[in-house]
């Protein structure tokens, strides 16, 4: 089975995973599913799928180990599926490595259009695609839905008290195209890869959208519901960043991506925070 064909649906109601196998299958997907933690983690192991689909209360294993354990040797997109709606619980399956959070019952639509929302953004090492041939139940939205314009993301934001006005410093002078370079941290967009003094540091796909965001804007602080907006995009509701997953889990994500870098919030070498704002560059060292 290819790559971008394939989907694994770790759930053990029938009817749901009935009903979400349905879903995948009408958009393109070769669907497979696990009834437990242990089958599903089998099955993304054997088929290498695009997509997975998690149900967070497993009769052996709970979710959050599911997709620690795939995050070990995968990088598929996981979308958690569960009736808990407690933010803990969706600030936990973040951290653990979804992508995404659904709460039952929820809409096939919605399911669609966050699948066609996470396929256009890269996967690591390889460019942006449509993904499957998602149908949705409107004829007329099956176009695909345009990315937003870098230029909204990138402007300057307003001034923030004791800050002088930002000065974007994308890269370095001389840089390759898309290479961008901060106090000795690298990132290739093209590669999707990010480099400390050569060597490789491991980000998932939202922590890299979020050193991107901030490399890209330098001295720019960014908001939270901004950078939100950049790594999550909801097609299905006009582009507006979803409620399920709110602009406090950039707080989650920037504290792993810090944590990879080796990064020391109070004494910044890369990022930093605006109080009560959101994140920027730190100032460049000599």
């Known amino acids: 089975m290819a790559d971008q064909r394939v989907a694994v649906v770790v759930e053990d109601d029938a009817d749901i995973r009935d009903l979400i196998s349905v879903v995948l299958g009408s958009s393109g997907f070769e669907v497979v599913v696990a009834p437990t933690g242990t089958a599903g983690i089998e099955a993304v192991r054997e088929h290498r799928p695009a997509i997975i689909t998690l149900d967070l209360s497993l009769p052996d294993i709970d979710g959050f180990e599911v997709a620690r354990q795939v995050r070990q040797f995968s990088d598929a997109y996981i979308i958690m599926l569960t009736a808990r709606a407690e933010e803990l619980d969706t600030l936990l399956g973040l951290e653990s ?131 939100a907006r950049r790594v999550k995009v909801d097609s299905y509701d006009g582009g507006a960043y979803g409620s399920a997953v709110n602009v406090r889990t950039i707080d989650v994500h920037m504290a792993n991506l810090r944590r990879k870098l080796g990064e020391d919030p109070e004494l910044p070498r890369w990022i930093k925070t605006v109080g009560g704002v959101g994140y920027c560059l730190a100032p460049k060292r000599g």
């Open 97 to 227: 490595g979804a992508d995404d959070y659904l709460t039952k019952p929820f809409r096939p639509r919605e399911l669609r259009a966050r699948v066609t929302a996470m396929l256009r953004r890269p996967r690591s090492g390889q460019p942006a695609t449509s993904g499957p041939d998602v149908r949705l139940e409107n004829p007329a939205a099956a176009a695909p839905v345009p990315v937003p314009e870098a230029a909204p993301v990138s402007a300057p934001a307003a001034p923030v008290p004791g800050y002088s006005s930002p000065v974007p410093a994308p890269a370095e002078a001389g840089a390759p195209e898309g290479i961008l370079e901060h106090n000795g941290l690298t990132i290739n967009r093209r590669s999707r890869r990010a480099t400390i003094g050569g060597a490789t540091v491991d980000l998932t796909r939202t922590e890299f959208d979020l050193l991107d965001a901030l490399m890209e804007g330098g001295r720019v602080v960014r908001s939270k519901a901004e950078l």
